[in-house]
């Protein structure tokens, strides 16, 4: 677009957060680089990352934020997500908080009008999942979160204490609180009742204590 770039490269050893002309906030970590314009283009939201970066994008349906790092583009209106796109590195990742976001391979990517139209082509990542590119074997791999976060506003945090409760409505409360799919057979589970407090675990630990309890086993799929 022959736009002049400003370049932030955090030199210090802690976070460092950058604001954009569009309300768009960046915490970069240390030795982190982004490259961005310092006004965006009338039809899209364009920057260039180099490290590991959270990004909290202002909503904006006319114009795509996209984040060009190392071989993916990541395409989003307006959520918060994570790019780890160190250089030389063997994988690059991207890992959403909340909202949506389309990732692409740059080599996909031929044209600038099928980029800003198209959602498909991407691979879709939503809350507490994310994505693993390995250039060497040229694989994306979608797969949850290590450590998948609450999407529910702190005022609006669900009390995961349990008296007696159908282990059927402790697992619908876990898919809203953290908007992950949990697929369970709801007859075969129906007369198992539930009683446990867990406001401190991890959702995987939450599961686990679950599982113990009710005999039961899970595992992580996609």
């Known amino acids: 677009s022959g736009q002049q770039l400003v370049e932030k490269i955090n030199e210090s050893n ?47 349906s006319k114009r795509p934020f996209l984040v060009y790092a190392n071989d993916l583009v990541t395409k989003v209106l307006g959520t918060s997500f994570l790019v780890n796109a160190q250089e030389g590195a063997s994988k690059t990742i991207v890992e959403v908080r909340e909202g949506r976001v389309s990732v692409f391979k740059k080599l996909d990517i031929e044209t600038q009008k099928n980029l800003i139209g198209q959602e498909s082509k991407g691979v879709v990542l939503t809350a507490n999942q994310k994505l693993v590119f390995e250039p060497e074997n040229n694989q994306l791999v979608k797969t949850l979160s290590e450590t998948p976060q609450m999407v529910t506003s702190a005022n609006e945090l669900p009390h995961f204490s349990f008296h007696n409760t159908p282990v059927t409505e402790v697992l619908k409360m876990l898919e809203k609180a953290y908007q992950v799919d949990i697929l369970f057979d709801e007859d075969l589970l129906s007369d198992c009742p539930l009683t446990a407090t867990l406001t401190n675990q991890s959702l995987y630990e939450k599961l686990t204590i679950i599982c113990e309890a009710i005999e039961a086993h899970y595992e992580v799929i996609d």
């Open 14 to 60: 802690a976070p460092q957060s950058v604001l954009l002309s569009d309300g768009s906030k960046i915490t970069l970590q240390p030795k982190a680089r982004l490259s961005y314009p310092s006004s965006f283009q009338k039809d899209h939201r364009k920057v260039y990352l180099s490290g590991v970066a959270f990004f909290e994008v202002s909503k904006d």
